[in-house]
């Protein structure tokens, strides 16, 4: 767990969203895995991996290359460094914990994972 990464900082903000893994694709090196949501991350922030922070979109309904998405929560990783912001494109929709770790489950499966809301 990132233990800099506080939900307090991010909860409500918008944040750009560079996608470099589409809804529908496949896993850059573990084909067998497909994303189910879109992912990407925040250009100009670091994560304690040396890249910048990712991003699960959970309400997107087709792939994206960019977009500005609203920070709902976070995904925690109790058995890696690297914690997953959680957005939306529209904050008006609701996400419990069960669902969002639902719809990253093709991801999360392999971790230790839970979700941080505010």
């Known amino acids: 767990m990132d233990p800099d990464l506080h939900l307090a900082d991010w909860a409500g903000c918008r944040v750009t969203v560079e996608v470099d893994r589409p809804l529908g ?19 100009g922030t670091l994560a304690p991996d040396g890249h910048p922070l990712d991003v699960y979109i959970l309400d997107a309904t087709e792939p994206l290359e960019r977009c500005e998405a609203t920070v709902i929560g976070i995904v925690r990783r109790r058995d890696d460094v690297e914690d997953k912001l959680v957005a939306v494109l529209d904050p008006g929709t609701a996400w419990d914990a069960p669902a969002i770790l639902a719809a990253v489950e093709f991801q999360e499966r392999f971790f230790d994972a839970f979700v941080e809301l505010p």
């Open 25 to 43: 694709s496949p896993h850059p090196r573990e084909r067998d895995i497909v994303y189910g949501v879109n992912y990407g991350f925040v250009p």
